[in-house]
């Protein structure tokens, strides 16, 4: 389709980016050797300046030369965001390996596929993690584990007192020597003649970033060093009143996931200022960092923006220099938006992306035309285009169909498998499995996913329109919709609840709320109230796992 969103973008957005032909762990060195002395990640009060990093940088690197780690070799890094992350991150760049970030939630059967689909030869692992890794170890391509904790960069009194807090949470995990295992402080300590210099190419493979996996087996998207060079700069460029050594990045999405990789960790790299890591999302620990560190921008996903606007005590806190926040990885209601700016005074915009796209393809301006419930128009370089699912034809304006995009952060290809590929790789455009709609001002528009779109009595509903209207309730906080099994209409709709503390709902009062802004057959026929709904490790809610909870019953119900 013509560009019609380029009419929209904001003074100092360009339409075109003149990209750096560098790989990130050489934009790493120009930034130590540009701004030495500024933080490159502050953890826990611990602030280590760009130039203290790059030696660590440096010292891993020798470290895995040492171990036998080549130019094309797989490293797995299974962390949560500690300083060791970049650590590891980067140097496993400049020896021209590739990086397989990995889920430390995931359990034995899903490290072993990803260890043996990527062919890693080395992994660095969390403490408390590596039981589970020890129990396949021997079942995959694993020649050497390096162990870390998160005591091991903890600031003086905190590094004390830690052994003693997780053993008292039941959290300590003492690991024993072994063939193969090292541990992560001796390798730093270790003397080791420097690895020789490893020529990166832009088309080299930088990183093997797997799917979430929920619609079957994971699968590792190929991302080159000019996709992940690309998108970091494309998000760069999006916020325009950005300065090089004076933002500082609330890091509290997982680094192993690719929007936070590429908005909190890449994004901090080139505006050469700080992470600011937030290991797990505690919610007074990132108040408490926008407060001390006077952040100024915080990537996010709406369970964490819900988190603060429900906060009791959010008056105590000074967000005066928070400006730019964008959310992604689900539908942001309107509601939560529009409260969050009232809190914070901070602006809140939607994006969108994919892991197969670096994963940011789309985003509302930040200060320019705003757009409710749109995913916004594309970033610079970016096209998006509104496609027949099963021709590929380009639709209308208005019309429903699959998004479809094309830009530089886009992958190579899925590792080891032509199928999946050739199956959303099509004449150099990505499809993505959502199905979506464009206005007359080429803002887009999710209208939800392919796979989760709901057919009761033959009507198309889709989750996230219902999920919208049940945020408007004054006493939801948080809120999810499916379609559960029906002997008669195939799927009918459910929503699962979560009310606001202190308040009280019927099931007939949420549905008769529904009736009167909702077509009769998208109104839910059956609302459960829940304390929790399941969500995934950057907080996306699980849709799936409902779902699969559902379908139990109603075969439980056939049979008795």
Request: hydrophobic share 40%; aromatic share 10%.
């Amino acid at each position: 389709m013509e560009k019609i969103w380029l009419k929209h973008y904001e003074k100092g957005v360009p339409e075109k980016i003149d990209y750096p032909d560098k790989p990130l762990n050489q934009l790493f060195e120009e930034a130590a050797r540009d701004y030495p002395d500024t933080p490159a990640v502050i953890f826990m009060g611990k602030k280590i300046s760009f130039k203290e990093l790059q030696k660590a940088i440096d010292q891993f690197a020798a470290a895995l030369y040492a171990l036998g780690i080549r130019q094309g070799d797989r490293v797995a890094i299974i962390l949560p965001n500690l300083p060791q992350y970049p650590m590891v991150h980067y140097a496993i760049m400049k020896l021209g390996a590739i990086i397989v970030p990995t889920n430390p939630l995931y359990v034995e059967r899903e490290l072993e596929h990803q260890m043996n689909d990527s062919g890693a030869k080395v992994v660095i692992v969390l403490d408390l993690i590596y039981p589970r890794l020890k129990a396949i170890k021997d079942k995959t391509s694993l020649e050497n584990v390096i162990v870390t904790g998160v005591k091991d960069y903890l600031p003086g009194l905190l590094k004390l007192l830690y052994p003693i807090k997780a053993k008292k949470e039941g959290s300590f995990v003492k690991v024993e020597k072994a063939p193969g295992v090292h541990f992560f402080q001796d390798l730093m300590k270790a003397s080791y003649s420097k690895p020789p210099e490893v020529t990166v190419k832009m088309d080299d493979i930088g990183m093997l970033l797997y799917t979430g996996g929920t619609t079957g087996v994971s699968k590792g998207a190929v991302l080159l060093h000019k996709n992940l060079v690309a998108n970091a700069y494309q998000v760069r460029y999006w916020i325009t009143d950005t300065h090089e050594g004076r933002e500082a990045v609330i890091s509290a999405l997982p680094f192993f996931h690719s929007f936070g990789m590429t908005t909190c960790l890449h994004l901090s790299l080139v505006l050469k200022s700080p992470a600011v890591l937030i290991p797990r999302f505690d919610i007074k620990q990132v108040l408490h960092s926008i407060q001390k560190y006077k952040a100024t921008l915080f990537p996010g996903v709406p369970t964490m923006y819900i988190a603060i606007n429900h906060y009791p005590d959010l008056k105590k806190y000074d967000f005066s220099s928070l400006r730019a926040c964008i959310s992604g990885g689900a539908a942001l209601p309107i509601e939560v938006q529009r409260e969050f700016e009232k809190n914070t005074g901070a602006k809140l915009v939607e994006g969108y992306g994919l892991t197969e796209s670096s994963p940011v393809l789309t985003a509302n301006p930040v200060y320019g035309l705003r757009k409710a419930g749109s995913i916004g128009i594309p970033m610079s370089d970016t096209e998006v285009s509104i496609r027949d699912s099963d021709s590929h034809k380009e639709l209308p304006l208005g019309e429903i169909g699959e998004l479809a995009a094309k830009g530089p952060q886009v992958m190579k290809e899925y590792w080891n498998n032509p199928e999946e590929t050739a199956q959303v790789l099509r004449d150099g455009w990505l499809y993505t499995g959502d199905m979506s709609k464009a206005d007359e001002d080429g803002y887009f528009y999710i209208v939800d996913r392919k796979k989760d779109m709901i057919i009761a009595s033959g009507f198309n509903i889709y989750p996230r329109e219902v999920e919208e209207v049940l945020f408007q309730h004054p006493k939801i906080m948080e809120a999810a919709v499916v379609g559960v099994p029906h002997e008669y209409r195939g799927e009918t709709v459910k929503a699962f609840v979560i009310l606001k503390e202190g308040e009280t709902a019927t099931e007939e009062e949420i549905i008769d709320f529904c009736a009167e802004r909702l077509a009769k057959y998208k109104v839910p026929k059956m609302v459960e109230f829940r304390k929790d709904l399941p969500k995934s490790m950057i907080g996306k809610v699980l849709r799936r796992v409902l779902l699969e909870e559902e379908k139990k019953k109603f075969e439980q119900k056939k049979s008795s």
